[in-house]
Structures are given as structure tokens and as C-alpha cells.
């Protein structure tokens, strides 16, 4: 049974940054790409950015040059960092990744983390 766990998730004021973290759990041989989604209410889920097993990444347009992805492989983690936060940031955050197990490979999700950016 694998599992994905996000934190660090909260309030914050337009401006400001959080660091989101998504640690994944179970019987895992390998994780090959790991993303970051977002749902703001009343919208369909969108991506925010990934990263693969050799740490290139890419991002939506609309964090790029606010949000850096990276992971830490030894602790099957992975950390959204956000700057420069704005209003239109708020959403629920979700954590996907392509997990290798002992017996398939899959693409599993967390159940998000909540931020909310206001004033």
C-alpha cells in the first residue's frame, strides 16, 4: 500500500510564501515523475508543476518564475516552495507521482493541503 501525505499547507498574506511538502510511503521500489496539482474552488484541478527521477522540471505558466519544485529521492519527498504568493494561489494542493511497486506501477494521489492567500 502506497501512500502520498502533503503538509504545509495554510493561511498566508498576498506577498508571502509557504513551503509544501509531500511525503510518499509504502512499498516503493522507485518514483519516477513527481507533480503538484491545485483545485481553486469552483474550478477543475490544473497542474502546477513536476519533476522527474532525474529532476528536470517544468512549471504552469502562471508560477513560473514564483514556484520552485524540487524532491529529496533518499526521503521519497517531494517540496513545492512558493514566493510571491497572490490571491489567485488560493487552492487545495494535491501531490501525484508514478510509483513503482513490488507489484505494479501506478500514479497515486494525496488528499491536498489546503492554502489560502489573503489579507
Known amino acids: 500500500q502506497v501512500q502520498l501525505v502533503e503538509s504545509g499547507g495554510g493561511l498566508v498574506q498576498p506577498g508571502g510564501s509557504l513551503r509544501l511538502s509531500c511525503a510518499a510511503s509504502g512499498s516503493i521500489l522507485s518514483i519516477n515523475f513527481m507533480n503538484w496539482y491545485r483545485q481553486a474552488p469552483g474550478k477543475e484541478r490544473e497542474f502546477v508543476a513536476v519533476?522527474?527521477?532525474?529532476?528536470?522540471?517544468n512549471y504552469a505558466d502562471s508560477v513560473k518564475g514564483r514556484f520552485t519544485i524540487s524532491r529529496d529521492n533518499a526521503k521519497n519527498t517531494v517540496y513545492l516552495q512558493m514566493n510571491s504568493l497572490k490571491s489567485e494561489d488560493t487552492a487545495v494542493y494535491y501531490c501525484?507521482?508514478?510509483?513503482?511497486?513490488?507489484?505494479?506501477?501506478?500514479?497515486?494521489w494525496g488528499k491536498g493541503t489546503l492554502v489560502t492567500v489573503s489579507s
Open positions: 519533476i522527474t527521477s532525474e529532476s528536470g522540471t
Open positions: 501525484n507521482a508514478g510509483i513503482r511497486t513490488v507489484t505494479n506501477v501506478n500514479s497515486y
